[in-house]
C-alpha cells in the first residue's frame, strides 16, 4: 500500500483531463485519479491521456478502469476491455488503477475483482464508489480486505460524504490498518474539516471542489457558435484545498 508520512490527510483530486492532471500537480496534489467522461461518473482515459500524465507528473496517477457508463455489472467483452485496460495502465506507468466489479445482485464479483488485482500488481489498487451500491458496506469491506485491494472510495453509502458520516468512521475504524478508506462525495472547502474530523479520514478525495472555469487562448470565436471554453482543475483551488488539509491532524 501507498504510504503517507504526513500527519495530514492525504489529498487525491479527481482529474478528467490531462490538462486538470496537470494542473493539480501544480496545485500541490498528493496523487490525481485519471478519468474522462465525469459527467458520467468516469470512464477510462486514452492512452496518450495517461501516457503523458504518468510522464509529467511527479505524484502518483490513479488510473480509472471502467468501460461505460451505467452500473458496474461487465459483460464477457467489457470485462476483457478492463483487463487489456488494466494492462495499458501498468505499462504506460500509472501507480495504480481505480475499478469496481459487482454482480447482479450487487455484491462484489469476488473472482472477476480478484483476477484484475493480480493483473494490477505491483500497481496500487483502489474499488471505487461501486463499492457504496453493495447491500452491506461492513461485508463488503471485509471482502476487499480479503481480495488484498489496497484502498475503497467511499461516502458511506449515501450521496455524500456529509451524509455518510457516521458509516464512513465505522469503516474507517473498521479498516484500522488492514486498508485504506479514501472518503469521498461533494467534500467542500466549508465541509471538509469536519467531516475529517467526524470520520477520521486519512484519505480524501475531492473533485467539484477543485474545478474552476478556463478560458480558451483561441482568439477567434467559430460561427457556428461552438463554446471553447471548459471547466477543470485549478492549480489555484488545488492549493487552497491544500491549504484547508494542511492543520488536519491524521487520526
Given at each position: 500500500?501507498?504510504?503517507?508520512?504526513?500527519?495530514?490527510?492525504?489529498?487525491?483530486?479527481?482529474?478528467?483531463d490531462?490538462?486538470?492532471?496537470?494542473?493539480?500537480?501544480?496545485?500541490?496534489?498528493?496523487?490525481?485519479?485519471?478519468?474522462?467522461?465525469?459527467?458520467?461518473?468516469?470512464?477510462t482515459?486514452?492512452?496518450?491521456?495517461?501516457?503523458?500524465?504518468?510522464?509529467?507528473?511527479?505524484?502518483?496517477?490513479?488510473?480509472?478502469?471502467?468501460?461505460?457508463?451505467?452500473d458496474?455489472?461487465?459483460?464477457?467483452?467489457?470485462?476483457?476491455?478492463?483487463?487489456?485496460?488494466?494492462?495499458?495502465?501498468?505499462?504506460?506507468?500509472?501507480?495504480?488503477?481505480v475499478?469496481?466489479?459487482?454482480?447482479?445482485?450487487?455484491?462484489?464479483d469476488?473472482?472477476?475483482?480478484a483476477?484484475?488485482?493480480?493483473?494490477?500488481?505491483?500497481m496500487?489498487?483502489?474499488?471505487?464508489k461501486?463499492?457504496?451500491?453493495?447491500?452491506?458496506?461492513?461485508?463488503?469491506?471485509?471482502t476487499?480486505?480479503?481480495?488484498?485491494?489496497?484502498?475503497?472510495?467511499?461516502?458511506?453509502?449515501?450521496?455524500?460524504?456529509?451524509?455518510g458520516?457516521e458509516?464512513?468512521?465505522?469503516l474507517?475504524?473498521?479498516?484500522?490498518?488492514?486498508?485504506?478508506?479514501?472518503?469521498?462525495?461533494?467534500?467542500?472547502l466549508?465541509?471538509?474539516?469536519?467531516?475529517?474530523?467526524?470520520?477520521?479520514?486519512?484519505?480524501?478525495?475531492?473533485?467539484?471542489?477543485?474545478?474552476g472555469p478556463?478560458?480558451?487562448?483561441?482568439?477567434?470565436?467559430?460561427g457556428?457558435?461552438?463554446?471553447?471554453?471548459?471547466?477543470?482543475?485549478?492549480?489555484e483551488?488545488?492549493?487552497?484545498?491544500m491549504?484547508?488539509?494542511?492543520?488536519?491532524a491524521?487520526?
Amino acid at each position: 500500500m501507498e504510504q503517507h508520512p504526513s500527519p495530514r490527510p492525504l489529498v487525491e483530486i479527481c482529474c478528467g483531463d490531462l490538462r486538470s492532471a496537470l494542473e493539480a500537480g501544480k496545485g500541490g496534489a498528493d496523487r490525481v485519479e485519471l478519468c474522462d467522461r465525469l459527467e458520467v461518473g468516469g470512464t477510462t482515459p486514452g492512452a496518450g491521456t495517461i501516457a503523458e500524465a504518468c510522464r509529467s507528473l511527479a505524484i502518483p496517477v490513479h488510473v480509472l478502469v471502467r468501460v461505460r457508463a451505467g452500473d458496474f455489472v461487465p459483460d464477457r467483452a467489457e470485462l476483457a476491455a478492463m483487463r487489456d485496460d488494466v494492462d495499458v495502465a501498468r505499462r504506460l506507468g500509472a501507480s495504480g488503477v481505480v475499478l469496481g466489479i459487482l454482480r447482479r445482485d450487487g455484491t462484489i464479483d469476488r473472482d472477476a475483482t480478484a483476477s484484475l488485482v493480480d493483473l494490477a500488481r505491483p500497481m496500487s489498487v483502489t474499488f471505487h464508489k461501486a463499492f457504496d451500491q453493495t447491500p452491506d458496506l461492513d461485508e463488503a469491506l471485509e471482502t476487499l480486505i480479503d481480495l488484498g485491494v489496497d484502498r475503497v472510495l467511499t461516502s458511506g453509502g449515501r450521496a455524500s460524504a456529509e451524509e455518510g458520516a457516521e458509516a464512513l468512521a465505522r469503516l474507517v475504524a473498521r479498516a484500522g490498518d488492514r486498508i485504506g478508506v479514501l472518503v469521498a462525495g461533494r467534500l467542500t472547502l466549508a465541509n471538509l474539516a469536519a467531516v475529517v474530523r467526524r470520520t477520521g479520514a486519512r484519505e480524501v478525495h475531492l473533485g467539484s471542489a477543485a474545478v474552476g472555469p478556463v478560458a480558451s487562448p483561441c482568439t477567434f470565436r467559430p460561427g457556428d457558435g461552438s463554446t471553447l471554453d471548459w471547466s477543470g482543475v485549478r492549480a489555484e483551488k488545488v492549493r487552497a484545498v491544500m491549504e484547508a488539509v494542511s492543520g488536519l491532524a491524521r487520526s
